[in-house]
């Protein structure tokens, strides 16, 4: 089977962003009464999905995507723990009502109530919650909460080390993902998301975090930033530092997603990057819609790059299923459990 | 012949750091004179370069560096303006005595004296005396100088726009280029650089800059951060965003440097960027030192990279000559003149 690792509900109804602008405009002026989740119709959410990522997911042949809210919208720089629960919870409890409808074709991914300097305690909550009770498979972990200025330590850090020992408890990967950039340097889709794939392999590169937790395990999405191309810089910088190879050190716990939106792209990582860790994903229907004049496909239709990197079957089988499987051992467990 | 269009002064003599610590502390404590620049002797400047960037170049086969002040020491996050030109002055100055001990291997590239926020009279002043006076070619624009923190507004904001009409006015191009980083989010060499020309690549696909400034030109180094890599993510953001295909927009502005330290980067970088937009570099004796235990050979060679990409002779002579004397027309003429 095919699975792609990292979808967004971008697609989520119109009532649940109103409900998010209402949060915010009540956060300004909070005089009357804080606003309440909207009912939102199963009828409705099954169109979003429908016409919407499985539509996709049919046209080129994937089976289940891991889905978590839309990323740019987490907007953890908003600094009230209130309103981050209470928006995180929206978010997940509608991605549980997505897998609810679909089981067959997603999993769930959670959003975290983080803040920036914010306490990590509704964070690990709001991860039991959705893993125990709603059956997620992993979370997103934004390494930059204050949204293009980043204040918070890195991920290195003890300050993150609660999370760790609940994911790791869990058996849950974290999927490295900032939400949208508060800094006009920092493009969101072109400069942010990128830029925090590259820092955080750095990160790793600098320390020995996984000695501590040597179950927990990162994805980093978008192909691994600037890491792949780069490849010999990050092996070189390591010896220079007195660290050991990352391409012997880290692979164990730090997977790449496969969002890299052209072949010669796509043919680098497969080529630099060791199967075992490259995980299938497209971000559908994410950053970048539409299609290549040049070749007439979806730009982000990375299953057909990878089909025509003509990898061996058993490599194959790894990036579309089996690293996924390994990675997400809960997502293992049910489909296992489904007879799949 | 083969220039090197991205070198730095990283062996620069130990007297010159010294001014630099003295500098600092007098910053902090300024009730005694102000340090003055040391004497350093021709001999001092002549065995740190014979034994440092010449004998590599001698190794590897190149004939001229394009040489700027240590990037990592520029330090623009110090905001004293006053000693932020004394720096860059001093630093300069050392550049120039280089390529006159050495002209027929070294050509200057400047660093300006930014501070975060700062007005550019002193930024455009020092770019005016380094070309004008000392003959340099070109300068290293720092994007962000508050070193990680990226308090500047983008390179297309007006802000810049003096140094943009003293650039186009002296037809010198900018290596868009950070200096160290003091958040520890950011690895100066494993994250910042690669960062900031991935960011700045994307401010350039945000905006119009070059209608305003047709004949401005940056030099984005690392290979481009993450842009070649993501080449597609790029094309595909563009035309989401309403905005020209970067492939056609950009390609009389912006150039890649060609430091990337491994074969197969090399070879995406050559494989999607038009061979008229990259320019042959190092970074040498720079961010990555030692060799690769594969193949024996230093990271930082990118020579060899080149070479075995097996290019036609007219892409090879793009690369590693004719791209930079369009790029640095100031060293055109200079070489011309020297029958070259």
């Known amino acids: 089977m095919i699975i792609d690792c990292h979808g967004h509900y971008t697609t989520s109804p119109p009532q649940h962003r109103e409900f998010r602008e209402a949060q915010l405009a009540w956060l300004d002026d909070p005089s009357g009464p804080a606003p309440e989740r909207p009912d939102i119709g199963d009828d409705v959410i099954r169109a979003t999905i429908e016409n919407g990522q499985l539509k996709v997911m049919r046209e080129r042949g994937g089976d289940l995507t891991v889905i978590s809210p839309q990323a740019s919208a987490m907007a953890h720089h908003v600094p009230d723990p209130g309103v981050a629960r209470e928006w995180a919870q929206a978010c997940n409890d509608l991605i549980h009502r997505v897998t609810g409808l679909f089981p067959e074709h997603f999993a769930g991914v959670c959003q975290l109530p983080q803040t920036p300097g914010g306490g990590l305690d509704d964070v690990t909550a709001e991860l039991r919650r959705c893993v125990e009770e709603l059956g997620f498979v ?56 990128l830029n925090a794939d590259t820092s955080v392999f750095m990160q790793l590169v600098e320390t020995d975090l996984f000695d501590r937790f040597p179950t927990l395990r990162f994805v980093i999405p978008h192909g691994g930033g600037a890491v792949p191309y780069h490849w010999g810089r990050y092996r070189g910088l390591a010896v220079r530092m007195g660290r050991p190879d990352p391409t012997e050190r880290l692979l164990d716990n730090v997977f790449f997603d496969s969002c890299v939106y052209h072949q010669p792209g796509m043919n680098l990582l497969l ?39 003509d990898l061996p079957g058993a490599d194959r089988d790894k990036i579309f299923e089996t690293n996924a499987r390994r990675v997400y051992p809960r997502l293992d467990a049910r489909l296992k459990a489904e007879g799949r």
């Open 271 to 309: 080529d630099v990057v060791p199967r075992d860790n490259v995980l299938f994903a497209s971000e559908m229907l994410g950053a970048v819609r539409g299609d290549n004049p040049d070749t007439g496909a979806s730009w982000d239709d990375t299953k057909r790059y990878i089909d025509r990197a």
């Open 138 to 193: 992993g979370c997103n972990l934004n390494p930059d909460p204050s949204g293009g200025h980043w204040t918070s330590p890195p991920l290195t850090d003890p300050y993150w080390y609660p999370l760790y020992e609940t994911m790791t408890e869990l058996d849950v990967p974290a999927m490295v993902h900032v939400s949208q950039s508060c800094n006009p340097a920092f493009h969101t889709l072109g400069a942010h998301y």
